[in-house]
């Protein structure tokens, strides 16, 4: 039985569309992707003094996989496309979370799952939405609708039907 795990994509520099696609690239090169959610453009949250992002949510099969070795492997995606953390909150050329894995509820200091703000963050829910109507975390069912809360900019860029890999 397949593990299916959400990771979250975004990027504010360059030309955004193409970072997201090579990061999808990179993660299909560990992990089968089942099915990607459309593009959308979101106003920066934290420090908004910069450029919209590009966001997505790719559905992946996680299964067998240690999540500690999955943020391993995300982190070097990110480390390889060039990313440099200089404000928290700041311009990224990639950044890659991990949402949620199907059966894990993890804290420590180092990794979240379910991420810690997936609940509050709209540009995560409304792509999450298209693939994800439901999410059991800790053992309670989540509804994503409930928690979509149209108070930050998420405008659709790209329908999922239209992204080429």
Known sequence: ?????????????????????????????????????????????GFTDQDDFLNMVVKVDTTGEDPFKILSY???????MGRKDTVKWGPRIIDIDIL?????????ETLNIPHISLLKRDFVLIPLSELARYLEIDGKLFDIMDYIT????????????KIEL
Request: aromatic share 10%.
């Open 1 to 45: 039985m397949e593990v299916i795990g959400y990771f979250g994509i975004g990027s504010n520099i360059g030309n955004r569309e193409e970072n997201l696609i090579k990061a999808l690239e990179y993660i299909a090169k560990k992990y089968k992707i089942i099915e990607l959610s459309s593009l959308y453009n979101t106003e920066a949250v």
């Open 74 to 80: 995300i982190k070097s995606i990110e480390k390889m």
């Open 100 to 108: 949620y894995i199907e059966g894990i509820y993890l804290r420590t």
């Open 150 to 161: 149209n108070k930050l900019k998420v405008e659709l860029y790209k329908t999922r039907e």
